[in-house]
């Protein structure tokens, strides 16, 4: 083979590197914040049948688990506008992550109350909590920490699909990739470090919610 | 060239690239689930070298994005001189990558066979292979058929992203119809429909199968 | 004026009409025990008294917080009226402590050092001062079960009622939670029990109801009970209860 591996461009792009890096994770950070949130409003919601928000999560999430990602996105930056909704590529993909996110979290979140057992809202409904008491001090945090697992994947998968964002040229780190392998003509290398970049952030991100879910929610000490 | 696109154009333009996605779907999830199948045996297997590729492998495809697979695949390969077609390049992508979500999946079903299985089959002198063929494996594909049609679901909705590497399917040919007639409201407002009219039937078929699995089991 | 007095109280599953005009009166200090088999209605009897189980007619009056047909301050009575559980039902994400000061901090408004001076005093009541760190998945059921009758007081009811709280415990655990009750009982609690344990529903009561078929079948002072029975389904229940 005559092809020389060339990462020497490297020094050169640190820094856009690092800000594709900092856009990525910072579309992680508020995506699966924001996502959660709606998600706990939407298992709310389902799981008690609260009109007409229990009708409009089903139809929200059925629409966005069964669609590509891409497409929504699409969907946002270049459909909206001609509703007169305009929004910066920033917006734009803030807006699918979360939307997206939240569809999913809603079912795994639902799925976390509903393995609650009966026993333990009894027990708080005779000690003459609410019902908002009972879902906030009693349901919430069991089954946050019990549904933990899959919420954080689906997070990972949320960053790592964050990757088609640069087609609205979000400048995140596929973006930046795209833009240095149009300069250096080093495709390969380009996508192959940035590559290896995405599967790093992955198990930083992995272990940072892990590490969420023992202390944060968990809040008791390790034995 | 000015075209004009009647919306019948439009709809029967998107049908026929459907058609592509359903292709590229059906494909990606046969092989995948061939590869994928033995990815599972070597991810189980009792030789740690084996246990270890498939593992890696498993964690390289779930922990970096569909996207950069297929340019690594794309632009990897032409380094070679091999440059493939936008479809191949799509189908074999896809191919691996379903096939480490299948594998994972279904060694999930596998390891949660109870203990006892493994226990009462090895007391009746099963070897291994016996063990497998007719102990564990039909007990883990029962469970493994849910999660599977719902990962049917991710399969199709990856082959959106084929369209960056030009492949001309259902998104491609939207966002192409879409420059062409001004009208991207109503373009990928179709092309949602299209894959939510694929998409939700395996969603619903895979919730249904899943309550049923779950049915037995009370309390 | 009874402390707890049921009128006419129906309830139906259903078709299925399980409670057929409960009319029941317990006294202030009064240790009751609902005995009769599955099925009788006696789990939700004891279940309406602090309406986790609605009812469809009749009234529940508790210190003067009233239930008509199921219509009434929920949550006042629930103030009033402790319970506790089969399957103890703690928080498994708190601690014991937390556990028993929880319902005190959320629901009356108590300052925190206020309801962890209340928790550490109802742990210690219950034998387990010491478990106030311990998490559930830490304690056995039988400490569990005391935690949980810990947190019950924790709210100061007028009236604690167990439900077959002895029934999800190993044998040899059982005898530690028997002893905290009868304890409550001798300092002069409200007791409402449905269990299967008649040598201590005997020991302990002061009156014994027995159900049958959604009725009360028979009540009274349990020895009298269980030496002249009256009818004969009571007396066909005592032979089968050993």
């Given amino acids: 083979m005559a092809y020389h591996f060339d990462f020497n461009f490297v020094p050169d792009y640190a820094g856009m590197l690092a800000h594709g890096i900092g856009y990525t994770l910072g579309l992680t950070l508020l995506g699966g914040t924001l996502g959660t949130l709606i998600g706990i409003g939407g298992a709310i919601s389902r799981t008690w049948n609260v009109r007409p928000f229990a009708g409009l999560y089903r139809c929200y999430v059925e629409l966005f688990r069964n669609t590509p990602f891409l497409v929504q996105l699409f969907l946002i930056f270049f459909g909206l506008p001609s509703l007169g909704i305009k929004l910066t590529e920033w917006q734009a993909a803030i807006l699918a992550m979360v939307l997206n996110l939240g569809a999913y979290s809603t079912e795994i979140i639902r799925a976390g109350l509903q393995a609650i057992p009966k026993g333990l809202i009894e027990a708080s409904e005779s000690l003459a909590f609410t019902r908002w008491q009972t879902f906030f001090y009693v349901m919430l945090r069991p089954a946050l920490l019990k549904v933990w697992p899959a919420l954080s994947s689906q997070i ?46 992955a198990v930083i991100i992995r272990q940072a919610l892990a590490a969420i879910g023992r202390y944060a929610i968990a809040r008791r000490p390790q034995a | 060239m000015m075209m004009t696109f009647t919306l019948w154009d439009i709809i029967r333009n998107l049908a026929i690239s459907g058609l592509l996605t359903i292709v590229l779907s059906v494909a990606a999830f046969v092989f995948g689930g061939l590869a994928g199948l033995a990815v599972l045996f070597a991810r189980i297997s009792k030789i740690r070298a084996i246990n270890a590729s498939a593992r890696l492998y498993i964690e390289m495809f779930q922990g970096t994005p569909l996207l950069m697979q297929l340019f690594i695949l ?10 493939l077609p936008a479809w191949l390049a799509a189908g074999v992508g896809l191919t691996l990558f379903t096939s480490a979500f299948l594998a994972e999946i279904w060694r999930g079903c596998v390891e949660s066979v109870p203990r006892g299985q493994w ?5 009746l002198a099963m070897t291994y292979a016996e063990q497998m063929r007719h102990v564990i494996l039909p007990q883990a594909m029962r469970m493994a058929i849910a999660p599977t049609v719902g990962f ?45 009219i694929l998409c939700y039937p395996l969603s619903w078929y895979a919730q249904r199968l899943e309550r049923k699995v779950h049915a037995p089991r009370t309390n | 004026m009874p402390l707890v007095q049921t009128k006419r109280l129906h309830k139906f599953f259903g078709k299925n009409h399980v409670l057929k005009g409960i009319n029941l009166d317990i006294q202030e200090g009064e ?12 789990s939700t009897l004891l279940r309406t008294l602090n309406g986790l189980e609605s009812i469809d007619d009749g009234t529940i009056e508790v210190d003067g917080t009233a239930l008509v047909a199921g219509q009434g301050d929920l949550r006042a009575l629930r103030q009033k009226v402790g319970m506790v559980f089969q399957q103890f039902n703690l928080f498994p994400h708190l601690s014991a402590g937390q556990n028993v000061m929880l319902a005190p901090q959320v629901v009356k408004g108590t300052k925190k050092d206020e309801a962890e001076t209340i928790a550490r005093n109802m742990l210690a009541r219950v034998g387990l001062a010491e478990k ?31 439900d077959e709280i002895t029934s999800a415990l190993d044998p040899e655990l059982v005898n530690e939670v028997l002893s905290v009750v009868r304890q409550l009982a001798s ?7 449905v269990t299967h344990e008649m040598r201590f529903a005997r020991e302990v009561s002061d009156k014994l109801v027995f159900m049958y078929e959604g009725r009360i079948h028979e009540s009274g002072h349990p020895q009298e009970m269980f030496n002249n029975p009256t009818t004969p389904e009571f007396a066909n229940f005592i032979r089968t209860q050993n």
């Fill in chain 2, 74 to 83: 794309f632009f990897g390969l032409s380094l070679f001189g091999l440059d």
């Fill in chain 3, 31 to 42: 240790v009751v025990t609902i005995i009769g088999r599955s099925g009788s209605g006696k």
């Fill in chain 3, 187 to 193: 300092e002069g609690m409200t007791l409402v029990m």
């Fill in chain 2, 119 to 123: 226990e009462a089959s090895t007391s």
């Fill in chain 3, 132 to 162: 106030f760190d311990a998490f559930p998945d830490q304690l056995s059921g039988g400490q569990q079960q005391r935690v949980a009758i810990a947190r019950a007081l924790a709210m100061s009811p007028k009236v604690l009622l167990c």
């Fill in chain 1, 156 to 201: 990972v998968i949320t960053m790592l699909g964050s990757s088609v964002c640069s087609q609205i040229s979000a400048e995140e780190l596929t973006f930046v990739a795209n833009f240095i392998q149009s300069r250096n003509f080093r495709a390969f290398e380009t996508y192959f470090l940035t590559t290896a970049i995405y599967f790093a952030l």
């Fill in chain 2, 152 to 196: 049917a679901v991710q399969v199709v909705k990856g082959t959106a992203v084929t369209s960056i590497i030009g492949f001309a399917e259902l998104t491609k040919t939207g966002s192409m119809l879409s420059n062409a007639t001004y009208q991207p409201f109503l373009l990928y407002s179709l092309v949602a429909l299209g894959y939510f």
